[in-house]
C-alpha cells in the first residue's frame, strides 16, 4: 500500500470497503451508459441502436437518453431551419401565424419551434400518422383558443437566407429575409368536421393517405 | 515494488485503484454541492416558470400536446415500449395540473434556499423536472438534457444545511462529505459527454468545416436572438463568421480534455463564460448557455486541497 492510498483511504474512512467497491461498480457502470447515450445522440448504429433498447429501462425514465438532443447546435439543414403554423378561418383568404409571443430566448418559444420541427420531419417523410394527428390537436386548440374552428391548417418552413445574399454577392436572392422566396409549404390539411362532430384533417397532398380522427373533448 | 506484501496487488493496479479511489472518494466540501444544488434549484425553477403561461396551450384538454398523442409518440405509435413515467400523464384538468405546477415551484424555490428535508426536496424537484420532459416528450431541448442530470446527481448530496446566500457569498465551511465529492465528480464527467458529444456530432456537419454555421443560427429569421446578421460584409464578414465558427468548435472539443490539466483549468474556466455567451448570442440559447457555463465553472472549481 503506497503512502497515496493510505492518505485516500484514511479520507474516505466514512465508507466501508465493501460499500466503496459497490460504489465504484455502479459508477463505472452508470458512466458506460452515460457515454454510450452520449456517442449514440445523433446516428446510431445497428449495435448501438440494440444496446440503446437493452438499457432503456434505466436510461428513459432518468432521461439519460438524449434521444437526439442537437447538441451541434445546427447542421444548416432543412431540420435546422425555422417552422411557422400559419391557420386561415373560414371564409377568410388571409393566412395567421400561430405564434408564441414569449421572448425569443425562452423555452416557451423554443418549445414552439420544436414541435414544428418535429412535425415537419414526419411530413417530410411521409409519415402522415403524426403530422395529422398534430394537426387535428393544433386545430382544436385554435378553436379553444379563438372560438372558431380554421378552415385550413398548414406547416411552413422559413429557410434562412444564404450569407452571399446578405452580403449583396448573390444577387439573384432577396437580401429580405422574409421575402416570399424564402417559405416552403411542408404540410398543408383541411379541417373537416364529421356529422358525429369529430374534428378531421385533410391533407391537401392527393398522395398522402386518410388522416386519422380524434374525437372532440 | 520494495515494501510490498506477496499479497499487494501489482503497482500499477495498485496505483490506478489508489487514483480511482482518489478521484471518486476524497471528501469534497459541503458548499460545492450546495453550489450545484442551488444551480440546479434555480434553473428548474426557470424551467417551470416559462411552462407557466403555456402549461394548458400543451397539456390542456385542448392542447397543442394531448396526453394520447404524447403517449402515442413515446411509444412510437405502440411499435416501442416506453419507460418515460409523467405524473402530468395521469391528469389533464386544469386544476390538477395547477396545483402540481405551483407545487413544483415552491419546492424548487425551497431547494434553492436550502434547509431541513433537502433529500426528499430534490428528489420531488427531479420528479417533477422529469415529468414534464416525459409528457413533453420531443419538446425538449439542450438546457432540459443538462437539467435532468445535474437534478439526479443532487439527490445524491443536496447538502442542506448550506443556505443559498452562504453559496452566494461563496463561504466554505469546514465539513466535508465523500457524496459531495462523488456529485462534484458525477457532474465534471457528464458534462464532459455534453461537451464531446456536441464537438464530434459538429463535425459530422459540413457547416462547421466550412465556417459558415454561426451564420445559419445568427441568420434564423425566427429564432435567431438579436440581428447580427446585419454586420456581415462582404468579404470581411466572412471572416468573422468563419472565426465565430471555429472558435466555437474548438471550444466544445478542446474544454473536456484540457479542464483536467490544472495548469489551464481556471483559464478555461473562465473562458468558458466568453465561450457560452458567445453561444447564446449566435443560437439564442441562454438558459442552455448560462447552465453550461455555471455548471463549468462550479464542477471545476480549485478546491482547498487542488486535485
Known amino acids: 500500500m503506497t503512502e497515496n492510498h493510505r492518505q485516500v483511504r484514511a479520507d474516505y474512512h466514512e465508507l466501508s470497503d465493501r460499500a466503496v467497491t459497490i460504489i465504484s461498480v455502479l459508477l463505472a457502470i452508470h458512466f458506460i451508459i452515460v457515454f454510450l447515450c452520449g456517442i449514440s445522440n445523433y446516428v446510431r448504429s445497428a449495435m448501438q441502436q440494440r444496446l440503446v433498447t437493452l438499457i432503456s429501462p434505466y436510461t428513459q425514465p432518468l432521461a439519460l437518453d438524449w434521444n437526439y438532443t442537437p447538441f451541434y447546435l445546427t447542421h444548416g439543414t432543412e431540420m435546422d431551419m425555422d417552422y411557422r403554423l400559419e391557420y386561415r378561418a373560414a371564409g377568410s383568404t388571409s393566412w395567421l401565424v400561430l405564434d408564441n409571443k414569449a421572448w425569443r430566448g425562452c423555452e416557451a418559444r423554443a418549445r414552439f419551434a420544436r414541435w414544428g420541427r418535429f412535425l415537419a420531419f414526419h411530413a417530410m417523410q411521409d409519415v402522415d400518422e403524426v403530422p395529422a394527428r398534430m394537426m387535428v390537436s393544433a386545430a382544436l386548440f385554435i378553436r379553444h383558443k379563438f372560438g372558431q374552428l380554421p378552415d385550413r391548417l398548414r406547416l411552413r418552413r422559413h429557410d434562412t437566407r444564404p450569407w452571399e445574399a446578405a452580403a449583396q454577392i448573390d444577387t439573384t436572392r432577396p437580401d429580405d429575409p422574409y421575402d416570399e422566396q424564402y417559405f416552403t409549404t411542408v404540410y398543408e390539411v383541411a379541417v373537416l368536421t364529421d356529422t358525429e362532430g369529430r374534428v378531421r384533417v385533410a391533407p391537401i397532398d392527393p398522395q398522402a393517405r386518410p388522416a386519422p380522427a380524434e374525437l372532440v373533448p | ?307
Not at chain 2, 58 to 81: H, I, K, Q, Y
Not at chain 2, 226 to 238: C, N, S
Request: charged share 10%.
Open chain 2, 1 to 307: 515494488m520494495s515494501g510490498q506484501t506477496p499479497a499487494s496487488p501489482p503497482v500499477p493496479l495498485a496505483s490506478a485503484g489508489s487514483g480511482w479511489n482518489a478521484f471518486w472518494f476524497r471528501p469534497a466540501p459541503t458548499t460545492l454541492a450546495a453550489q450545484l444544488r442551488c444551480l440546479a434549484a434555480l434553473a428548474g425553477l426557470y424551467f417551470f416558470v416559462a411552462w407557466s403561461e403555456d402549461l394548458g396551450d400543451w397539456f390542456g384538454p385542448s392542447g397543442l400536446w394531448p396526453r394520447s398523442l404524447a403517449a402515442a409518440v413515446a411509444t412510437d405509435f405502440g411499435a416501442e415500449t416506453s419507460y418515460r413515467f409523467s405524473v402530468l400523464q395521469l391528469s389533464s384538468s386544469p386544476a390538477a395540473l395547477l396545483a402540481i405546477h405551483l407545487l413544483l415551484i415552491a419546492n424548487s424555490v425551497w431547494l434553492a434556499w436550502g434547509g431541513p428535508a433537502a433529500r426528499y426536496s430534490a428528489l420531488l424537484h427531479l420528479v417533477g423536472l422529469l415529468s414534464y420532459m416525459h409528457r413533453a416528450t420531443l419538446l425538449t431541448g439542450p438546457f432540459e438534457a443538462v437539467l435532468a442530470f445535474l437534478a439526479l446527481y443532487v439527490v445524491i448530496e443536496p447538502a442542506g444545511s448550506v443556505r443559498l446566500t452562504h453559496c452566494l457569498r461563496m463561504t466554505q465551511p469546514t465539513d466535508r462529505r465523500v457524496s459531495a465529492n462523488v456529485v462534484r465528480r458525477c457532474v465534471q464527467l457528464h458534462l464532459m459527454a455534453v461537451y464531446l458529444c456536441g464537438g464530434l456530432t459538429m463535425l459530422a456537419g459540413e457547416v462547421w468545416w466550412n465556417g459558415t454555421a454561426s451564420w445559419w443560427l445568427l441568420a434564423a429569421p425566427e429564432s435567431r436572438q438579436i440581428d447580427l446578421a446585419r454586420l456581415v460584409t462582404f468579404p470581411k464578414g466572412i471572416y468573422l463568421l468563419n472565426l465565430i465558427t471555429h472558435t466555437l468548435l474548438a471550444f466544445h472539443l478542446a474544454f473536456p480534455i484540457l479542464v483536467w490539466s490544472q495548469r489551464s483549468r481556471n483559464s478555461l474556466r473562465r473562458l468558458a463564460w466568453g465561450a457560452w455567451l458567445l453561444v447564446a448570442l449566435v443560437s439564442g440559447l441562454w438558459s442552455y448557455a448560462a447552465l453550461m457555463a455555471g455548471a463549468s465553472w462550479i464542477a471545476w472549481q480549485k478546491l482547498p486541497d487542488a486535485d
